[in-house]
T-cell receptor
């Protein structure tokens, strides 16, 4: 079974609108972390936001927020007030112990002017 | 403060050749990682080093070896390159920040082509 599932093949959003990128995960470990990374066309991996499994509140970082629903095992990324520079591939990832991160296949986001 | 650096940025090898990808971080992190990214895929863990002097296999270790030379440096070696190892390779180090915040910082990547 996939540990991280990102099923949206591609997303489009109008500039200045909000967009939600979906991510579901699968783990039996009670302690885990969830991450979102942005990969623009230049190829680098840019850390956006982190949510720990024991965190009571949803994580926020500027225009990014993580909608964490533990019972449903979902960790959706919400980008508010989209900008043209937000066009990129977005990856959801999970950490279990020291085994590094397990990544989903990513979602392409295109922001329209 | 350069973060995570990788060399080289690009490399073309012939099947059977060997090479070492270099990675260094200047953030005093204990844990370091090597990932590969194939087209249309997320990153997959090759090897990791939880601390200086230790290394362990990740999801796709076959065909690779690693060395944690010191706390700063973590190298990845391909002993006999194969076309299936054509990929973009990322090195990362882990930071456990204030409170519960946790992240991995990635290097810029090495684009490797094996002919």
């Amino acid at each position: 079974a996939q540990k991280i599932t990102q099923t949206q093949p591609g997303m489009f959003v109008q500039e200045k609108e909000a967009v939600t990128l979906d991510c579901t995960y699968d783990t039996s470990d009670p302690s885990y972390g969830l991450f979102w990374y942005k990969q623009p066309s230049s190829g680098e991996m840019i850390f956006l936001i982190y949510q720990g499994s024991y965190d009571q509140q949803n994580a926020t970082e500027g225009r990014y927020s993580l909608n964490f629903q533990k019972a449903r095992k979902s960790a959706n990324l919400v980008i508010s007030a989209s900008q043209l520079g937000d066009s990129a591939m977005y990856f959801c990832a999970m950490r279990e112990t020291f085994l590094g991160l397990t990544f989903g296949k990513g979602i392409t986001l295109s922001v329209r002017p | 403060n350069a973060g995570v650096t990788q060399t080289p940025k690009f490399q073309v090898l012939k099947t059977g050749q060997s090479m070492t990808l270099q990675c260094a971080q200047d953030m005093n992190h204990n844990s370091m990682y090597w990932y590969r990214q194939d087209p249309g895929m997320g990153l997959r863990l090759i090897y990791y080093s939880a601390s200086e002097g230790t290394t362990d296999k990740g999801e796709v270790p076959n065909g690779y070896n690693v060395s944690r030379l010191n706390k700063r440096e973590f190298s990845l070696r391909l002993e006999s390159a194969a076309p299936s190892q054509t990929s973009v390779y990322f090195c990362a180090s882990r930071a456990k920040l204030a409170g519960s915040t946790d992240t991995q910082y990635f290097g810029p990547g090495t684009r490797l082509t094996v002919l």
